[in-house]
């Protein structure tokens, strides 16, 4: 009986110590009081102080220092497991190389990000003064949000702008997206459904998110470049 008495006290007073340090009653890097002067103070035995230490080591909550006692440790970050990497094949190396190779070239156009090359594509310097003008009038405007689908303002302008391309849009019909991905992304979702056909190469991008199942894929040679704009049209998605 006594055995299992000093069994739970030496984790009582292990919870106790650990319930301390957890709300900072015993700070990282603070000493511990010694096993000697533990057992005084809370009228247990040496044993049983030693046992409660050695609990909070397991834990990890305290360590022992030689010829110093113990002290709190110090909040221990989660260990990140190293990932494995494969080695990549060479001809990916070789392509990745060809990349940066022609970056370095004036005359090369990168087609990857969508920007413009240079950067006098906008009128940068009459757009900087719209804008100051605009937020000097409603200095609001720098940090309120547009739910979707898209700032009214914009969305008029933009439907006036389609009218000299010849297209009557509504504004209600239009919605504006975080770029062409997204866009691509709520076009596909509306125009298509399992098992529908799909150009080959648009559905390559989202067909873990737009598209459930595997599509029957048909057609080739045709711009994909047209069928998104065919796909965007069908449903009022400016990106």
Request: with cysteine; charged share 15%; glycine share 8%.
């Amino acid at each position: 009986m006594s055995l299992v008495m000093n069994e739970i006290r030496y984790l009582q007073v292990a919870d106790n110590l650990a319930q301390a340090i957890k709300n900072g009653s015993l700070l990282a890097g603070s000493r511990l009081p010694s096993v000697r002067g533990y057992a005084q103070s809370h009228q247990v035995s040496i044993n049983t102080v030693v046992a409660a230490y050695r609990t909070l080591e397991d834990r990890g909550l305290i360590e022992a220092r030689p010829q110093s006692g113990f002290y709190v440790c110090s909040p221990s970050t989660a260990v990140v497991p190293t990932a494995t990497v494969g080695k990549p094949v060479d001809e990916v190396l070789d392509l990745i190389d060809t990349v940066f190779a022609a970056q370095q070239n004036p005359h090369f156009t990168n087609i990857s990000l969508a920007c413009p090359q240079t950067g006098d594509f906008y009128p940068s310097a009459k757009l900087g003064r719209i804008m100051a003008s605009l937020l000097r009038r409603e200095p609001q405007l720098i940090s309120q949000y547009s739910l979707p689908p898209g700032s009214r303002c914009l969305r008029q302008q933009i439907a006036r702008r389609a009218m000299t391309l010849g297209m009557l849009a509504d504004p209600a019909d239009i919605t504006i997206t975080h770029g062409c991905m997204e866009a691509l992304q709520l076009a596909l979702r509306v125009t298509t459904k399992p098992g529908g056909l799909c150009r080959a190469g648009i559905t390559d991008l989202f067909l873990s998110d737009a598209i459930a199942g595997k599509p029957r894929v048909e057609g080739s040679g045709d711009s994909n470049r047209s069928t998104a704009r065919y796909l965007i049209g069908c449903t009022g998605v400016v990106a």
